[in-house]
């Protein structure tokens, strides 16, 4: 379960493109985005495919279907790549892909954290949205 309060994401509407990007530390005492980097373990990554986001008012069920290492100035964090180009590029960086059937009208959601020790690069995990419901609670 990846919680932020949606305020401090800075999103106003998680899903208005194809692909949100969120950044979040990889802090060393285990809090934030610290899990992102076991995803690139295959046995990891089949056992944890599935996690929810949730913020103040709303709650994600994710299906994760790629973790990549990339550099921080990477064209899977530009703003307008049109989808082929982007799934392409993510393709091409992902250690796992797992084919799920993605498409440009899908909500694909990005969770980005820096890899310890190497400077500008970064691990993604990407999911798609799959689920979206109103918090219940008042």
């Not at 250690?95 to 691990?123: F, W």
């Amino acid at each position: 379960i990846f919680h932020l309060p949606q305020k401090f994401l800075g999103i106003s509407n998680i899903n208005a493109d194809f692909n949100s990007v969120i950044y979040g530390h990889n802090m060393g005492n285990g809090t934030m985005f610290a899990d992102i980097p076991h995803y690139e373990n295959e046995e990891y990554f089949m056992n944890h495919s599935y996690g929810w986001l949730t913020t103040e008012d709303e709650v994600w069920l994710i299906d994760f279907f790629a973790v990549a290492r990339t550099a921080d100035t990477s064209g899977l964090y530009l703003a307008d790549p049109s989808f082929e180009e982007w799934d392409t590029q993510l393709r091409n960086s992902a250690s796992i892909y797992k084919e799920i059937g993605i498409s440009a009208n899908d909500n694909l959601i990005m969770l980005s954290t820096c890899t310890s020790a190497e400077g500008n690069s970064r691990t993604i995990l990407v999911g798609k949205i799959i689920d979206n419901r109103e918090d219940d609670a008042e």
